[in-house]
């Protein structure tokens, strides 16, 4: 299920490089889009493009382009901006903030006032300090946490089969 969840194959086949942590967190990020609900208030129009941002120092390097890259949810192209400042999320829908990025981050995405960001961070603490979505590591494998409360404050509803795979928490 995960593995379909992800589009990432896991059947032997020709050898292919293994993917690294930042490959299957793009492929993630992909999927999160897939699988959330975002408010009308998260696009200007119809036609605006999804965008995945990334806030300070970019960890992913071409991966996140490559995931997205001739994809489109909704209709809506996908687009990726990396980004130095969080005044500038607005108009993102999806924005990783790197490990780089002080924790008084989210008070500034905070005071943006937009409903529809979902955050995703990647420390031990970052749902907790208010992140809607946090990687983890465990055992060697990527997994990640959904801050409910922060969800329902973004006005995002998450699929169950998205929920069926996270460890949800409601601070």
Known sequence: MLATLLG???IAGPPQRPLDEYQVKAAFLYNFAKF????????ENP?????????GEDP????????LDGRKIDGRALTVRRISDARRAKGCQILFVSS??????????TGLGDSGLLTVGESDTAAAEGMIIDFTLEDGKIRF???AAGAEREKLRFSS???SLATVVRK
């Open 60 to 67: 992913f390097g071409r991966a996140l382009d490559e995931v």
């Open 8 to 10: 990432v194959p896991l």
């Open 161 to 163: 089969r998205l929920l």
């Open 47 to 55: 036609s605006q493009a999804f965008a995945f941002c990334v806030l």
């Open 100 to 109: 780089s990025e002080p924790k008084s981050v989210l008070a500034v995405l």
């Open 145 to 147: 946490v959904i801050n």
């Open 36 to 43: 959330v609900e975002w408010p009308a208030e998260a696009f």
